[in-house]
């Protein structure tokens, strides 16, 4: 058979497995519903979603064999063509997943955030849409939920009300309020379409990764659907959402009480509030990779960069309880309200995290061997990386993929004992670096993706949305955030090697080994502090 018959077959395969699996998708939720209206409603909606979807998966396939088809593998031409359809096929995923809505945003944001797994083209344009031109619901959606939820209009339950969403996102959009008592709120509304056509959206999507899966092997993503399909329910859950935001700063309080007054989530309106509708605090702050309104409140990038580092490894390897979805959207910076300043009379930022929709809890085990792993990655121990690598899932053939995924540096950078092994500059050479890795290792990755518990791949999620944010503020990752990670982590472990401790030997031992890790992390920060000298005795 020849090549171009070869895919013709597939891609036929592929549309007749689409349009079966779309007249089930269709039938079983009109089976299934109570409403009418609703049903109808759904039973169009399926298939012309599921025609989107054969129609962009059929054209991306075929765009890629006939434009590199008698390109010599390796030649700079075809880089430069791959390059082209890269860009060409991530357009065109991003229109799909616009048109679609929904069920398509999230995984569209999902894949702007796979650095290490994805082109860079898919996430740079999947990165610059998926976050700031979500669809926006009518007015007259808005007037639904609300009578539904709370058994009027906005204009009857609030003072003022805002029609114009100031935001919009995949699962809601937020629009400004005011109580009758004058207080000014936010209030998520979520998107009538999602009720509509959750289950069938993810039903679609499911069949089409099974079927990509089954005509790719190496086209492994069914670990994200059925992330998806875990999360998804908790997320359209707004009670979950604000129940969550509570835990997240009692935790701070009880376990990081050295920086609980600089993480703050806005208060919830409990007696407003239901599953669908979510009213707040409204908090004025600017969004954290903002760097030109941070400077302009007095507060200096830097700064936000460090907490949000040091929050974040509080969250995972102490808390056990982690928000993972913190994109630079759902993070916003304000000065201290106490006013406070730092030693060179900087206001103090502190950290207003949004969204609360999709949080981890990590088992005492999983999050001590993650700290465990974090802290040989910092100190660059590789027997320690190799030994929670494997706790973790990643196997001994893969351990050393894993800690290149989570650092984003090749095996030789991550055990390099130089003080800024893990740093990343940012520039073209690191970026293309990696992008050749990821294009090299793909099927290893997919494995290692496969194997990994579904917490973990969140864990990694978090800090690729992480490592986006502190570049921006940065220029590029900063050897100040590694610290940070290595000493919190590294507290983690101690903390729980204490614990276990029962006899006086054993808890002077690892009284000993804190005061070598503190040693050691000093020396690191003093290096820090000479390589801040020389880099300006230089300019």
Request: with cysteine; proline share 4%; aromatic share 8%.
């Amino acid at each position: 058979m020849s090549v171009r018959s070869f895919w013709r077959a597939k891609t036929k395969v592929l549309l007749a497995a689409t349009a079966l699996g779309g007249a089930g998708a269709g039938a079983a939720a009109i089976a299934n519903s109570e409403d009418p209206a609703s049903a109808l409603k759904l039973s169009t909606a399926v298939p012309l979603r599921l025609l989107r979807d054969a129609a962009t998966a059929a054209t991306i396939a075929f765009d890629y064999e006939y434009s590199l088809l008698g390109l010599p593998e390796g030649s700079v031409e075809r880089e430069r063509v791959k390059r082209e359809v890269h860009t060409r096929s991530a357009q065109r995923l991003q229109d799909l997943c616009f048109k679609n809505g929904g069920i398509y945003i999230k995984l569209g944001q999902h894949i702007s955030q796979l650095e290490y797994l994805v082109p860079e083209e898919y996430v740079r344009i999947m990165r610059q849409s998926m976050l700031n031109r979500c669809p926006v619901s009518s007015y007259d959606q808005v007037l639904e939920v609300f009578k539904k939820e709370l058994g009027g209009a906005p204009e009857q339950i609030f003072d003022k009300f805002d029609p114009v969403p100031i935001a919009s996102a995949s699962l809601a959009q937020v629009h400004i309020a005011q109580t009758h008592d004058g207080q000014t709120v936010a209030v998520k509304v979520q998107h009538t379409h999602m009720t509509d056509t959750a289950a069938a959206d993810y039903a679609t999507v499911e069949l089409i990764v099974n079927t990509l899966h089954r005509l790719f092997p190496s086209f492994d993503y069914r670990w994200l659907i059925d992330e998806v399909k875990e999360s998804l329910p908790k997320e359209l859950d707004f009670m979950i959402e604000a129940k969550n935001s509570v835990k997240c700063l009692d935790n701070f309080r009880k376990f990081s009480p050295h920086i609980a007054e600089y993480v703050y989530a806005p208060q919830i309106h409990w007696n407003l509030s239901t599953s669908k509708l979510l009213v707040m605090e409204y908090i004025d702050g600017a969004q954290v990779n903002d760097c030109r309104a941070i400077k302009k409140m007095g507060v200096q990038p830097s700064d936000v960069s460090k907490l949000l580092s040091q929050a974040f490894a509080e969250m995972m390897f102490k808390h056990g309880f982690v928000h993972c979805d913190p994109h630079a959207a759902n993070v916003l910076i304000r000065p201290m309200p106490s006013g406070s300043r730092s030693i060179l009379g900087k206001k103090k930022p502190q950290l207003v995290l949004l969204d609360h929709g999709l949080y981890k809890e990590l088992d005492v085990s999983t999050r001590i061997n993650y700290a465990s792993l974090w802290k040989g990655l910092v100190f660059s121990d590789a027997k320690a990386i190799k030994e929670n690598s494997v706790k973790l899932g990643a196997g001994e053939d893969l351990y050393v993929l894993f800690a290149g995924i989570l650092t984003m540096r090749p095996w030789n950078k991550v055990i390099d004992p130089a003080v800024d092994h893990l740093v990343v500059h940012g520039t073209a050479s690191d970026r293309s670096e990696l992008q050749m890795y990821a294009s090299q290792y793909f099927p290893q990755i997919t494995e290692l993706l496969r194997r990994l518990p579904r917490v973990i791949l969140l864990m990694l999620k978090t800090n690729d949305c992480l490592r986006a944010v502190n570049r921006e503020l940065m220029e590029g990752s900063s050897l100040e955030t590694f610290l940070i990670v290595g000493r919190v982590s590294s507290e983690a472990v101690i903390e729980s090697r204490l614990l276990r401790s029962r006899s006086v030997l054993s808890r002077f031992r690892v009284w000993f080994e804190e005061c070598m890790l503190d040693a050691r992390l000093f020396g690191m920060q003093f290096a820090l502090w000479l390589l801040k000298i020389q880099k300006a005795l230089t300019f």
